[in-house]
């Protein structure tokens, strides 16, 4: 039974020891994430501390010995040693009452027996003494100015724009840093805290959860798991039940191959994909079936969830209202509505005219009036404007996805900003699609300041007004199962979820053991 | 029945008049027009001419008032007037022998029966005189130097960087800018010719695609179409098996409420999707779904198809292999693999003993070596190289899928153009991810100048590795259809598949006629 881990000295750490600094190669993992950590925290060497037992200086900052020799109590302590070298580190670590640890390096039960009994040593006293212990085999944690342990040098990192409300735990380093980090840069998405499992030998999915569910700074959490810790998956839904906050699973290793590779028990298998979309429904977890979809909903929960954006828990049913300046771009949005099962108002001929009363004369009565709106290339900002406001105003739209073109001439490049005036008088979702060349910038940069979500292409628009009908209907679903929780048919199917991956996670190990390595990669 | 049109003086005109040139509204859409061509013809104002009845001057540059006054023979004629001033002006022109027409204006048979008589008859003497005309109520046709008619005003026109061996035809204007001329810019991907089909007076997609089809320049070619007009998909399908040329369709209109808005024959119009993918397939034009899969499609055979790159046509056929640096991204891969029906080579214990051989200490014991083949974040350039060496002299893998991320410090900025020297040497179609930020160039404009495409997204990858997969199988059944082609199946198929077509699109005029604008939008 593991105890419950205070996580503050591993996210927000005063102090911390790098244990394992190379002098020389500037590739080395100490190396790097101690030249980090002095820089998120302002060169400040009496709060970050790095270890060689050889001495010497990293770029004129002088390396301990030993960390007995460190000055100060260490809140946490970053292994960056072989693995054959921690396992006394660690000791010594434990000794010296070092309040939390993250083992970056590899080598331990991902790669042979030997490797799997030192992990088991480290995290046999990890629970013994109550000290965190994420890793090994891991990129780290995210959280400056606290803590950035990324071992990817820093001229290939991406440092997020700013302090956000998403928090990431992923069990693969390289979707933490590619399919969140990157993409939330090209998106504008700052992130609250990420953090990369690996081996998962003591810290796993819940309690990470467990801490973003707490931390006020995360609102929205995202996970990529190819795998729930044995016996865990249940704990993660119920723990999930705890919180408001909007939780996404992206789960790796779903396909048939995927699956395969893992175990040859094929029918067991095949019915796990559904048995876990069937469990994340019950327990309001968002199941993320592509990058794209990860992306988008990231996107759209990231800017309109939240303490600050009131208007996102207005009902959303299938009630949206689509406006577009193009009529081809207005079908293809219908395409996909239908294939997402995103319903769209079927405006009354009243509606229509209220619509119409708004348009300026050019638009009138070559304007389409259905729904999507089509307010043709001849349209002006008035006119966009208008038709917005009618819409916010219409209790019978729940939402509102607005497809800009930047070329009719009519448009000005002040249309973001006003319809991002509209958007805070009203407190209604927006959804908007621009096309996101540089060009275009002087449209898309007041609605990103003003928290519209402005997606890359049509689909990813409607994706993120798939993400709000979710997202409403999950808030619909927590109340109904506050009622039912008891009932059987959901004990008993997240039981059989459980049991499934929990076998899956015992296949993919053993087998993991002699063929490829496991978590990190 | 139409005659044989010779489409050259509307897509390769010496001389251009544009009728209806605004002096003072620089938003006009004859204005833009005039000026483009000037620009695009060097300010030849030999070769450009602009009419106003009043005469007067746009930007220093005298206007005619007449085409009477202009002092060449006149190839097309590019008609800017409101829809009640076109029919005079038109067949003035015609009186005068203009060689061809491209009618920009709306307000034809898309607004009103009026303006469909006009429209009538300007296709009535079109066909009696042998002169085609584009249009009305489209955005025009783009192939410089010799012309673009494209009406947005110039800031905001996205120039394609050079000329390519894309053909575009589009229903409608706004796709045609944004979803090709915008997305292709963002890929790098340049366009040979384009054309904006508007209300198809007389023009339609047969004439375009045997215009294409015997075009040097245009190697690939790309379609957005809401429907046929009405009676020429069985036209369109025959045209498409006179070319070995890529042809992919993507159609508007596909969901049950897209279809719903023009037709409440629900039963015929349910399995009209299942018609078009089925006669599609057999006439081997690719069917494309998503906007996703457009610019993946559009981007994998631009690069990968065409005279100069012969090593697309090597067989194909569900051997893939994978190579990643991340074990995640690997997963990944796999799953969407399995998504889209993509084969992956299971590797013999002899092959991947090959594998193992090329590779660097630090990498060979703990590599992954099945397929995908996760070469970790510890490898380095020559393990990227050296393992693709392998798998390109493989006649067992028909395509290589390589997912770079640029994070591991052992690959240098250099990987990118050593790749395209494997490729170079080899000639197996490669296909790539890696992120695309600004930083990360250095590794991907060498693969770009080799024409080896890079996607944006792992699934972007995988959607162009599916789109090489489907012309290797769509070449393969275009020999068999050749054998079968008289058999009664495909006969009924088409004729069923054309004749559901052409009740649609009837019915659609019928209804768009009272309601929204057709065509253009």
């Known amino acids: 039974m593991k105890p419950s881990f205070d996580l503050k000295p591993v996210f927000e750490p005063e102090t911390t020891a790098v244990i394992g600094v190379s002098t020389s190669n500037i590739y080395n993992p100490g190396f790097i994430i101690y030249q980090r950590n002095l820089n998120i925290k302002g060169y400040m060497t009496d709060k970050v501390f790095g270890i060689n037992p050889k001495g010497g200086s990293v770029e004129g900052t002088e390396l301990y010995r030993s960390i007995f020799d460190v000055p100060k109590n260490i809140d946490v302590a970053v292994m960056c040693l072989r693995a054959g070298d921690t396992l006394p580190a660690f ?3 434990i000794d010296l009452g070092v309040k939390g640890f993250i083992v970056i390096s590899g080598g331990f039960a991902e790669t042979s027996p030997e490797g799997k009994a030192i992990q088991d040593e480290m995290a046999r006293l990890s629970v013994h003494h109550g000290v965190p212990l994420i890793g090994p085999n891991c990129v780290g944690v995210y959280n400056p100015p606290y803590i950035n342990t ?8 991406v440092v997020p724009r700013s302090k956000g409300n998403l928090g990431i735990v992923s069990q693969s380093g390289g979707v933490l840093l590619d399919q969140f980090f990157c993409k939330n840069y090209e998106r504008d998405i700052p992130i609250s805290k990420a953090v990369s499992l690996g081996n998962k030998a003591v810290l796993d999915e819940v309690e ?11 609102e929205v959490i995202g996970f990529y798991l190819e795998g729930f810790a044995t016996g865990r998956g249940r704990e993660f839904l119920l723990k999930s039940r705890e919180t408001n906050k909007t939780i996404m699973l992206l789960k790796g290793g779903k396909s048939e191959r995927g699956m395969r590779a893992a175990s040859s028990h094929t029918a067991a298998i095949a019915s796990n994909e559904l048995v876990l979309a069937g469990a994340l429904k019950q327990f309001s977890i968002i199941n993320v079936n592509t990058e794209q979809e990860l992306v988008a909903y990231v996107k759209a929960f990231s800017l309109l969830s939240g303490k600050n954006k009131p208007f996102f828990t207005s009902e959303f049913s299938g009630n949206m209202a689509i406006v577009t300046v193009s009529g081809g771009h207005g079908v293809l949005s219908t395409d996909i509505s239908d294939r997402y099962h995103l319903g769209l108002v079927d405006f009354s001929d009243g509606e229509m005219e209220d619509i119409r009363g708004v348009l300026s004369p050019a638009v009138k009565n070559i ?4 729904n999507p709106i089509d307010l043709t290339g001849s349209c002006n900002d008035d006119d966009v404007v208008h038709v917005l406001e009618v819409l916010m105003k219409n209790p019978r739209v729940g939402l509102v996805l607005l497809l800009i073109l930047p070329y009719p001439p009519m448009l000005s490049m002040s249309l973001g900003s006003r319809i991002a005036s509209v958007v805070r008088l009203h407190r209604k979702p927006l959804i908007t699609y621009l096309p996101w060349l540089a060009k275009y910038e002087m449209i898309k940069e007041p609605m990103n300041e003003a928290n519209i979500p402005v997606g890359n292409s049509i689909e990813e628009a409607l994706l993120m007004a798939k993400a709000v009908q979710m997202r409403a209907m999950a808030f619909e679903r927590a109340k109904y199962n506050k009622i039912i929780d008891a009932q059987d048919v959901l004990i008993q199917d997240y039981q059989e979820f459980t049991r499934v991956l929990g076998e899956i996670s015992k296949q993919r190990e053993r087998k993991k053991r002699n063929v490829t390595p496991d978590g990190e990669h």
């Open 208 to 218: 990470i959860l467990d801490y973003f569910v707490r931390d006020p700074e995360t």
């Open 150 to 157: 990324i071992i990817i040098p820093n001229e290939r990192f």
């Open 367 to 370: 304007a389409g009036l259905g």
């Open 91 to 93: 000791k010594d670590a």
